[in-house]
């Protein structure tokens, strides 16, 4: 499995938190402390101190926090190469003692917050441990259901140069096949067809450097864009939010 962070850390989360501002990605949470509640179709469901959970892409991402006691977390927004099809939360309890217990204790030990000296350097190891989190996963949810590993080099092609005017037949060649074809392929694997894809993960990106304090200009830089007001056009026309009031944390309404 190939994986790549939008965002990831430990802490509480902001106050009127309730919806995430990086849709189309897969999420693993670790509950620390505090009370929120998953809302699905079915009602509420409280994430509880000391489980693990798995919100797969495809499933709607809504949740709540009593703000009296706001939710403390270790959070992972990624991408995931073969991509996952689910739709179900994955719930795992955290158990003292287990191996799924070490390897969460590893990752608060490396996951520092944004703009942290030592993030850059621990980076790998976040990396390699969160890996072995998600072989953990799979190993007790065998049953997880991932998508058409040809997609694998095209998905990686994107993750790796996506400020880079990547077309259709570029991607169809990484993965050897026919154009029309791939574009099938690729919808069924992830749901959006590859331009899709590229534009929602270019603005992920970009909407994760902004809350990180990248100014802009220089978030549109890294992700492909002409300039600033167009990173903006885009932004308002995909999310209906501004750069700024993602800076400020008004996207979650």
């Not at 929120?36 to 709607?60: T, V």
């Not at 955290?94 to 990752?107: D, F, M, N, P, R």
């Not at 096949?177 to 574009?183: D, G, P, Q, R």
Request: proline content about 7%.
């Amino acid at each position: 499995m190939d994986v790549w962070f939008y965002t990831y850390g430990c802490g509480y989360a902001p106050p009127g938190w309730a919806i995430q501002s990086l849709p189309y990605t897969n999420r693993v949470y670790v509950v620390l402390g505090g009370r929120a509640f998953f809302l699905s179709d079915a009602g509420e469901r409280p994430l509880l101190p000391g489980w693990l959970y798995l919100f797969p892409h495809r499933l709607p991402f809504r949740v709540r926090q009593e703000e009296s006691d706001r939710i403390f977390h270790m959070y992972f927004d990624f991408m995931l190469a073969p991509p996952l099809l689910g739709e179900t939360l994955v719930e795992m309890p955290v158990e003292q003692g287990s191996l799924l217990a070490h390897t969460v204790e590893c990752l608060r030990r490396t996951v520092h917050a944004p703009g942290d000296s030592a993030r850059a350097a621990d980076e790998p190891l976040v990396y390699g441990y969160f890996a072995n989190l998600l072989r953990l996963i799979f190993r007790e949810h065998p049953d997880l259901p991932l998508s058409d590993e040809r997609m694998t080099g095209a998905l990686r092609r994107i993750h790796e140069e996506f400020a880079r005017p990547l077309t259709d037949e570029v991607l169809a060649r990484t993965a050897h096949m026919e154009k029309n074809h791939f574009i099938r392929v690729f919808r069924r694997a992830t749901g959006m067809t590859p331009h899709q894809y590229l534009r929602e993960c270019r603005l992920n990106r970009a909407i994760a450097l902004i809350k990180a304090g990248e100014t802009v200009s220089r978030a549109a830089q890294a992700c492909g864009y002409e300039s600033a007001s167009s990173l903006s056009a885009a932004m308002v026309k995909s999310r209906g939010v501004r750069p700024g009031e993602v800076r400020r944390g008004e996207e979650r309404k």
